[in-house]
């Protein structure tokens, strides 16, 4: 069974930093497109940031461009956000998916899901 477990979240300040990762086990994530969404209290969930299975692609929400990075380790099997210049509205729970080869906007052509890492922003 494919396994995806997030870490890197915890409580910074507006304008700080948090790197996320998402590392998986029981399977190899050269095959895998890994998404990054997010859901905050009472509100949907979101998309964020998405990469191809070879990492030659990748995509934004217009929310965090030029303010996150997504990369991947296929080495360490694992996938990473680095989320810079962070903002109160990015307080949410933040979920790592797969998906077989490429990236697609709509949650729910993710087949595994880690259990989430939340990110709260706040002075």
């Known amino acids: 069974q494919l396994q995806l477990v997030e870490s890197g979240g915890g409580l910074v300040q507006p304008g700080g930093s948090l790197r996320l990762s998402c590392a998986a086990s029981?399977?190899?994530?050269?095959?895998?497109?890994i998404g990054w969404f997010r859901q905050a209290p009472g509100k949907e969930r979101e998309g964020v940031s998405c990469?191809?299975?070879?990492?030659?692609?990748?995509n934004y929400a217009d929310s965090v461009k030029g303010r996150f990075t997504i990369s991947r380790s296929n080495a360490k099997n694992t996938v990473y956000l680095q989320m810079n210049s962070l903002k109160p509205e990015g307080t949410a729970i933040y979920y790592c998916?797969?998906?077989?080869?490429?990236?697609?906007?709509?949650?729910?052509?993710?087949?595994?899901w880690g259990q989430g890492t939340q990110v709260t922003v706040s002075s």
């Open positions: 998916a797969a998906r077989e080869s490429t990236c697609i906007a709509d949650s729910k052509f993710f087949g595994s």
């Open positions: 029981g399977f190899t994530l050269d095959y895998y497109a």
């Open positions: 990469i191809s299975s070879s990492g030659g692609r990748t």
